[in-house]
């Protein structure tokens, strides 16, 4: 599977930014997505993961209430509506893929528990 990431831009504070991840090899509903992100001397951390019918959605506390995860399987594509972005919001997204079924269901945030990933797209928030 290839993974594109895209959407990402600068914008200030409060501001919405939606990012996409479109899909070509395998089709999407093969996979359960993650979100994945990393700021400048940081370790990459996990923002958001959605299982592969799109019935479950975890979400890191620090974006829960601001962040939206969702698919649509039919385009190959998964989103991440982000709004009321706070500069600690700034870093790059990636966008990645597991079929491990059974790991995912209690290590969804683990991020090597994700072969396949994009290639990242900048946010920046300003205040």
């Known amino acids: 599977v290839q993974l594109q990431a895209s959407g990402g831009g600068s914008v200030q504070a409060g501001g919405s930014l939606r990012l996409s991840c479109a899909a070509s090899?395998?089709?999407?509903?093969?996979?359960?997505m993650g979100w994945f992100r990393q700021s400048p001397e940081e370790e990459r951390e996990f923002v958001a993961g959605i299982s592969r019918n799109g019935a479950t959605s975890f979400y890191q506390d620090s974006v829960k209430g601001r962040f939206a995860i969702s698919r649509d399987n039919a385009k190959n594509t998964m989103y991440l509506q982000m709004n009321s972005l706070k500069p600690e919001d700034t870093a790059v997204y990636y966008c990645?893929?597991?079929?491990?079924?059974?790991?995912?269901?209690?290590?969804?945030?683990?991020?090597?528990?994700?072969?396949?990933w994009g290639q990242g797209t900048l946010v920046t928030v300003s205040s």
């Open positions: 090899g395998r089709p999407l509903s093969w996979w359960h």
């Open positions: 990645a893929v597991t079929a491990d079924e059974i790991s995912w269901r209690s290590r969804w945030s683990a991020d090597t528990l994700y072969p396949y």
